[in-house]
């Protein structure tokens, strides 16, 4: 590779951004303009690496409860460049504001650029279920399990508008994924309710009653209770 050619600092600056290094990326991209390194190709880069700027701040402000400043970092890298996941982020702190038709049509733009984002397919399910509409929860819920077997949240959201039978290979899959131990605490506790909820259906009640037990023991390791909080926090009311 020649430093002198602008392919070798593209490709450099391209590979860190792949792998998350975007301090480094904005280094190397300031080395290569000092170089005289110029063209559309440098300007996408850049303009890539605002976008992630804006999104991880974006994310952050959200964490901190603060919406509507996410909301509006989310706009602007939108306006920079419309991606699935930039309209999935507003769309989650759109939905934490409380405004669900808008986060609906959010979602549903994070879908038509990207029809594989099964975080986006998840969470129109949820806000679909809250609105009633059990068919396109359910279809999205199905999409997102097509996209990534592995979304443990995801089974739980669908047993809770889905009948189970006997020809369901959602069921095993769900117990293998739960006996891999490949999933989190949080993960396990979701897919036990679900299982619990789907041996219901068969009218296996005992099986049923084992995962829901299951469930709740993950429950009290995830939200421990603790007693003395518990006796001082009466006190004060």
Known sequence: ANPRQAQFWLSYIDVLIQLKQTIAAKSVLQKAKNKGMRGEAFEQLQNTLLIHDLNETGIQ????????????????????????????????????????????????????????????????????????????????????????????ECYYNLASITYFDLNDDKISIMKRLYESNSVSLDQSCKLCYALAKAYDDLGDLKSSFEYLSKANLLERKLFPYDIEEASRSFKRI
Do not use: W
């Not at 129109?124 to 279809?139: E, F, H, I, S, T």
């Open 61 to 152: 402000l959200h964490q901190a409860q603060r919406y509507e400043l996410a909301i509006k970092n989310y706009n602007k890298a939108l306006k920079a460049r419309p991606t699935g996941f930039l309209y999935s982020n507003k769309a989650a702190a759109l939905a934490a504001m409380g405004n669900f038709s808008f986060a609906i049509k959010c979602y549903v733009n994070a879908i038509k650029l990207d029809p594989k984002l099964a975080l986006a397919h998840n969470n129109l399910g949820v806000l679909l279920k809250q609105n009633n509409d059990l068919g396109n929860a359910r279809r999205h819920f199905q999409q997102a399990l097509e996209i990534d077997p592995k979304y443990a």
